[in-house]
């Protein structure tokens, strides 16, 4: 009972069943953990966008709007440019490491599908030096902070997929993880 409840949802955390009335809260005082790697909110250079579009390009396919069947196989695709990739979320390292969350311009694809990659973020991570790495999609970034005291920032991302709701934690640039997900059904 003393633990706090927010009733309403927040458009960012809303999932496939409609806005959260309760959620679980990942609760981080700057007094407590600090960010050793400096991540900030940043903008992407021509050369980094042109890397982290063409990583997205080749990790997501777009499916045919078509109606079929959830099982069946969809062969058709939809084609898209680098230009119809949007940046959604930049966060820059001192080190100059990023961590990007790209989305397809919906507007430019619109297609009623819950399978459609267009529908949620994708996060890469690279450097100037290493290309774009996919980690993950359907995940909505809440913290860069150093949680367990090792000296190195952790990424904590809040998962909203088809039944399966939860939190990521991203441990050295997500080579490792750790997740705490829940299920309706």
């Known amino acids: 009972a003393s633990i706090p409840r927010f009733t309403?949802?927040?458009?960012?955390?809303?999932?496939?069943?409609?806005?959260?009335?309760?959620?679980?809260?990942?609760v981080v005082t700057r007094d407590d953990v600090r960010d050793p790697e400096?991540?900030?909110?940043?903008?992407l250079t021509e050369?980094?966008?042109?890397?982290?579009?063409?990583?997205?390009r080749r990790r997501v396919t777009l499916p045919s709007c078509e109606i079929v069947p959830r099982d069946a196989p969809t062969?058709?695709?939809?084609?898209?440019?680098d230009r119809e990739v949007r940046t959604l979320g930049v966060y820059r390292a001192t080190s100059g490491a990023l961590l990007?969350?790209?989305v397809i311009d919906s507007l430019a694809h619109p297609c009623d599908d819950v399978r459609d990659?267009?529908?949620?973020?994708?996060?890469?991570?690279?450097?100037?030096?290493?290309?774009?790495?996919?980690i993950g999609d359907e995940m909505q970034?809440?913290?860069?902070?150093?949680?367990?005291?090792?000296?190195?920032?952790?990424?904590?991302?809040?998962?909203?997929?088809?039944?399966?709701?939860?939190?990521?934690?991203?441990?050295?640039?997500?080579?490792r993880t750790r997740t705490t997900t829940w299920h309706y059904h």
């Open 47 to 56: 050369q980094e966008s042109d890397a982290f579009a063409h990583a997205f």
């Open 8 to 26: 309403d949802g927040a458009h960012e955390f809303e999932r496939w069943t409609g806005p959260v009335v309760y959620r679980p809260l990942a």
């Open 117 to 134: 990659p267009s529908r949620t973020v994708h996060w890469f991570v690279g450097t100037n030096t290493t290309a774009p790495r996919f």
């Open 100 to 102: 990007v969350g790209l």
């Open 141 to 175: 970034l809440l913290e860069i902070a150093d949680f367990d005291g090792d000296g190195q920032s952790e990424w904590l991302f809040s998962v909203a997929r088809y039944n399966e709701d939860g939190f990521l934690l991203c441990i050295d640039s997500c080579r």
């Open 38 to 43: 400096g991540w900030h909110a940043s903008t």
């Open 75 to 81: 062969t058709a695709r939809r084609n898209y440019t």
